[in-house]
């Protein structure tokens, strides 16, 4: 049975359900509150901005809420509100001529698009492997118009790959090499730190934030300027989905890694996964950017690969409270302030790779191990929901070229094995992370004394001459002196260094064609997400996801209507 559908464009649906359609409200941009201004008198603000009291406002919703923190003496809080009059249009025109378009502007709704199916048949069911962002969404698009999708995941459902993580790996070194922290239900996003805000200005950005909202994020997702989840929320998020997607005619298998993809005449036949071969229909490869060796199997069997440019770097610790007074001032205390972040450049500190910055800044968060089998040390960084966590980490990469590294489609793996390796051996096998303070790092020394991180499996003083290749020790030893200039204090004795951060992007690309979204040497094959090479993060691999599930669509039927 097909599963009702849902208005794709998150705007409309969830701000103005209560509200007839026919109604064209207006938009309130930059209207400023003080740190110290309570949001009850949003409206009297608004009011004033448009030459009205507060009680001619009939309706209104907050559509975007940011904090302005550029002055530490003036801190304030920005909103875009929407919002109709009472008086309706003539009230609002005249509103509108009032400030003469200057920050208020009507809006006029897009009713929703019907979806355009194509008419051929379908041989099988449509196939996703992988079920990350990109195949989660991409399977959500399809089941819910009715194509039935078939999910293969390697790792298991959401509440036993908790259990492997937190009691078999964290607490007993025990390592599932298909139940981790990159394989399982949800993908490497489960547990990640569930950051949404992207630079995409794919109308998509908002259909993937009312998915969440509509499984269990907080509404805020939908008006926050940097919108984040959580790493303690998405587990249950991503649970939600699958069921939903199970409802509609889907069905997600657990414990299925993809083992051989069989390619005839240029076109994909089968799949293979345990032993087992199963005729497909397409096939939507959502494999994510550690699958190393589906990239090796679909180099064997003639799928076209191609090296990338990818980040690879290190991720620096601080205490949160000293993130907090580089952001805040004086104000740092201030309970209405959110947990502060960062986003920091070294402009030119890489030489001939560019520039040193910041990836995935974690406030308040952990950092976390990622690797995908035995005998490896790799990190990332997640922040639960409150974001409360004692210490703040980022990654700060330095982008590689393949020149750097090797042109074969497979040597960026190769490069990320060889340090994540020694990573592993610098600190006895212990799956503990390789760690150095800053200043000492800068000063050629040795760190001794306490260790103290958020890194679960807990750390190990190395010397990052060990554990990194010169291209980025060389970077850091430029890049830090400019970073403290910026945050007096960033390379001092409380910042932390742990290495390597080696996953923050693939350092493969599966080549498909730019219009139909398909493998160039395997028709019905669609390379998806953050893993093929076409995204970079849970938002731009969801919306990638959707759109070559949309490229099906206007292909084929669907199974039932």
């Not at 009713?111 to 195949?135: E, N, Q, S, T, W």
């Not at 949800?186 to 993937?208: F, I, M, N």
């Not at 089998?373 to 393949?402: K, Q």
């Amino acid at each position: 049975m097909q599963c009702a559908s849902h208005s794709y464009d998150a705007h409309w649906t969830v701000r103005r359900a209560s509200l007839p359609f026919r109604v064209m409200p207006i938009v309130a941009r930059n209207i400023v509150l003080k740190l110290d201004e309570p949001e009850e008198i949003l409206l009297e603000r608004v009011g004033a901005r448009l030459g009205v009291s507060a009680s001619d406002i009939l309706h209104h919703a907050v559509l975007k809420r940011s904090l302005d923190a550029r002055k530490h003496d003036d801190i304030n809080f920005v909103y875009t509100v929407e919002l109709t009059l009472v008086g309706g249009k003539m009230a609002e025109d005249r509103s509108i001529k009032r400030r003469h378009g200057r920050g208020v502007e009507r809006i006029v709704p897009k009713p929703p698009i019907a979806p355009d199916f194509g008419d051929k048949p379908l041989r099988h069911r449509p196939v996703i492997v992988g079920f990350g962002p990109a195949g989660m969404f991409a399977a959500v698009r399809l089941a819910e118009l009715g194509y039935c999708p078939i999910v293969l995941e390697r790792g298991r459902p959401v509440r036993a790959r908790h259990k492997d993580i937190m009691q078999k790996f964290y607490r007993e070194r025990q390592f599932n090499p298909e139940s981790n922290l990159l394989y399982g239900e949800g993908g490497a996003g489960t547990y990640s730190d569930g950051k949404v805000y992207t630079r995409v200005t794919d109308p998509a950005v908002r259909e993937v934030l009312a998915i969440f909202v509509r499984f269990g994020a907080n509404p805020d997702l939908l008006i926050d300027a940097k919108p984040h989840i959580g790493s303690d929320r998405l587990p249950t998020i991503c649970r939600r989905i699958r069921e939903h997607i199970e409802a509609c005619g889907g069905e997600v298998r657990f414990e299925s890694r993809l083992d051989e993809l069989s390619v005839c005449d240029g076109q994909v036949q089968s799949v293979t996964m345990n032993g087992v071969s199963e005729p497909c229909g397409p096939v939507l490869l959502g494999i994510g950017h550690s699958a190393r060796d589906t990239f090796e199997m679909l180099q064997r069997v003639g799928v076209r690969l191609e090296s990338r440019p990818f980040q690879f770097g290190v991720r620096i610790e601080h205490p949160q409270a000293m993130v907090n007074r580089w952001q805040y001032g004086a104000q740092a205390e201030s309970p209405r302030l959110p947990t502060a972040d960062y986003q920091l450049v070294a402009k030119g500190a890489a030489g001939a790779c560019g520039d040193v910055y910041s990836f995935c800044m974690c406030p308040g968060g952990m950092i976390l191990p990622t690797n995908e089998c035995d005998g490896l040390v790799a990190t990332n960084g997640a922040s639960r929901a409150s974001r409360s966590g004692e210490f703040a980490n980022s990654g700060f990469v330095v982008t590689l070229d393949p020149a750097t590294f090797g042109n074969d489609p497979l040597a960026g793996l190769d490069f990320q094995r060889k340090w994540e390796r020694m990573a592993f051996e610098a600190t006895g096998g212990s799956y503990e992370v390789p760690s150095q303070r800053c200043a000492d790092f800068l000063f050629g020394k040795a760190s001794d004394g306490q260790l103290r991180t958020s890194y679960p499996l807990g750390g190990q003083w190395c010397s990052m001459g060990d554990v990194l290749p010169d291209v980025i020790l060389h970077a850091l030893q430029r890049a830090l002196p400019i970073l403290d200039r910026k945050m007096p204090g960033f390379s001092g004795a409380e910042g932390l260094i742990t290495a390597p951060e080696s996953r923050a992007s693939a350092p493969v690309r599966i080549v498909r064609d730019r219009q139909s979204r398909q493998s160039l040497s395997a028709a019905d094959l669609y390379p998806i997400g953050e893993g093929a090479g076409y995204a970079g993060g849970i938002v731009s691999a969801a919306i990638d996801g959707i759109r070559s599930a949309d490229a099906i669509v206007k292909r084929f039927r669907p199974i039932q209507k």
